[in-house]
Structure formats: structure tokens, C-alpha cells
């Protein structure tokens, strides 16, 4: 029963994002003070507070959703099925209003997750620390070079090391996982392109213009992680040292705090870049599970056993 209560008042601070608690109180037929108890409930993983005062209430963060895979697309699919069901034989409100919930989240799950870049919104520096500005006037350039619609002449290293000359109209920049890169038409592919600034090596301008090319946001090879995209439910066991690190990567809002140490329970997209970063912690974060390798060990597994059995598992 409480459990039930908790998910329906959840959806509906999704939905309306304040609530009172004597509405809560008399939709659900419990008190005040159990509202608010379980609140307090919610609030050890949900960003929910209490706004004192006149037009005050119950809130939750407008920046938090509920998270992706939350469901998996199969789960989503028999629940819509069921309340479509349910709503043929008793057509209450409720059943249909489930419904659209669900619909909705599933869309957003898989929505463009890309900023809208507007002007005066973003503030990025695409430097390094300690940089000689030399990847910061390349960045510039490049965004100049878009905004004037300019065609420019780069030198482009492979990933073997080669060198090839490219002539590019530059449309767009777009950064994923600390990685910049130029999505250009390329006059020698004749095709749109995503070219790594870390790997143009000179650029030139030629004082030729083109104009625009249609394109969409699909159309950028990039593979942003949906609910689709193989995942790994990940506990972390996250020490002092690398808790500002932690925070920068999973959110403060997957992190919580257990006697004196910081834990974050979280589904993460099961590929080289998971490894890439957990390494990259150093020796801050304990893995604790996938429960699959975790039950090999009666102690707590470190990150290079955990990853070597996973590495294991995908050879496997």
C-alpha cells in the first residue's frame, strides 16, 4: 500500500511538480503528518523538498525525470498494453491518464538529448588546463569559420598517423564525453562528415562560402545511450578522494551517503567508455557489483578484478 502511494504521488509531482499535502492527504485517505513521513521517504533518492510559506508545498527538482531504463522497452510496451486493456473493460479516467504517463515518458527517453545552443545560454571553454591556446583557437576558428559559412582547407591525421588533405564547409560543433568534433560536408566524401578537432592538424580558411545543407540531429553518427543500448546496473562504493569526480560524472542526485561512506546505484551503458572511466578514477572507486562477479569474491571486488571478469563475460 505504501509503496503504491509513494509511485502515484512521484507521478503526480512529475506531472504538476508542486502538490499540497492536505491534497495528497485526501486523495490517497491518510494524514497530513503520514504525507509528510513519507516525503522524508521519497526524498532519500528523489529530489523532493517542502516549500514553506504562503504558495509553498511539496516540490520536485524541474531538472529530474524519471531515470532512463527505468523500465525496459519490453516492460513499458505490456504495461501500456495492460492499461489500454483495463480501460476497455472499466473506462475510468485513471486507467487512460496512466496511459499518456507512460506514453510520454517512453518518448522522452528517447528524445535529443543535445542542448538547444542558443546564444547567450552556453559558456564553454574548450581549452585544457595548462594549454597554449592553440586547441582553444582551433575551436574558435572553427565556430568563426560556421558562422560566416566559410569553406576551410585542413589537414586531417588518421588514426594510423597519415595526414590528408580535406576541403570542409564546417556546420556545426558538437562535444560528447569531453571529445570535440566538426560535423562538416566534405568536398571529397561529397558527404557530411564528423571529423575530431584533436586530429585536424592545420586549418586554413579560403575565403570561399557555401551555403547551408539541410540536416537533422539523426543524422550526426553519434550513438547517444537510450534505453536500447546494452546497459550494466552498476554500485559504486565511492571514496572521499574521488567524490568531486563522481559528482561531475553520475550527478549528485545518484549519490548517497551510508554511515561514512558514499554510495551510487546506477544503469550506465555497458561499453569501452565505462571501463575508460571507472579507470580513470583511480583508486577512489570500488566496484561492487554487476552481482554476477561480485558473488565470486566473499570481499567487495576492486575495479581491475570487476572489469577483468566483464571483459571476460563479453568474450564469453
Known amino acids: 500500500m505504501k509503496f503504491t502511494i509513494l509511485i502515484d504521488i512521484l507521478f503526480d509531482l512529475l506531472a504538476k511538480r508542486k502538490l499540497t499535502a492536505s491534497y495528497l492527504a485526501e486523495k490517497h485517505g491518510i494524514s497530513v503528518r503520514t504525507v509528510y513521513r513519507y516525503i522524508d521517504h521519497m526524498s532519500l533518492t528523489v529530489p523532493v523538498y517542502i516549500k514553506r510559506g504562503r504558495n509553498g508545498g511539496i516540490c ?172 550494466v546496473d552498476a554500485v559504486f562504493e565511492i571514496s572521499e578522494s574521488a567524490f568531486a569526480d563522481a559528482q561531475d560524472w553520475l550527478g549528485d542526485e545518484h549519490l548517497r551517503l551510508n554511515g561514512d561512506k558514499w554510495y551510487a546505484e546506477i544503469t550506465l551503458p555497458n561499453d569501452d567508455l565505462l571501463v575508460k572511466k571507472i579507470l580513470s578514477l583511480g583508486a577512489g572507486v570500488t566496484v561492487l557489483s554487476p552481482k554476477a562477479c561480485v558473488k565470486r569474491s566473499p570481499k567487495p571486488l576492486r575495479k581491475s578484478q570487476i572489469l577483468m571478469a566483464m571483459a571476460q563475460k563479453m568474450v564469453d
Open 60 to 231: 520536485i527538482s524541474d531538472s529530474y525525470k524519471l531515470p532512463v531504463g527505468f523500465m525496459t522497452k519490453e516492460e513499458y510496451e505490456s504495461a501500456i498494453e495492460a492499461l489500454e486493456t483495463m480501460y476497455a473493460q472499466l473506462p475510468q479516467e485513471r486507467f487512460l491518464t496512466a496511459k499518456h504517463k507512460l506514453s510520454a515518458q517512453v518518448k522522452s527517453e528517447i528524445r535529443d538529448r543535445a542542448l538547444s545552443g542558443e546564444v547567450g545560454t552556453i559558456l564553454v571553454d574548450g581549452g585544457t588546463w595548462g594549454d597554449t591556446k592553440a586547441f582553444s583557437d582551433k575551436l574558435r576558428l572553427m565556430e568563426e569559420s560556421i558562422k560566416a559559412q566559410e569553406i576551410l582547407e585542413i589537414e586531417y591525421r588518421s588514426r594510423a598517423g597519415e595526414k590528408t588533405g580535406r576541403k570542409i564547409e564546417p556546420h556545426v560543433l558538437v562535444c560528447k564525453q569531453a571529445v570535440w568534433y566538426v560535423y562538416a560536408f566534405c568536398h571529397k566524401q561529397r558527404a557530411f562528415r564528423l571529423f575530431r578537432l584533436g586530429r585536424v592538424f592545420s586549418v586554413v580558411k579560403t575565403d570561399e562560402h557555401f551555403q547551408k545543407r539541410p540536416f537533422t540531429r539523426e543524422d550526426i553518427p553519434l550513438s547517444f545511450w537510450s534505453n536500447e543500448t546494452d546497459s
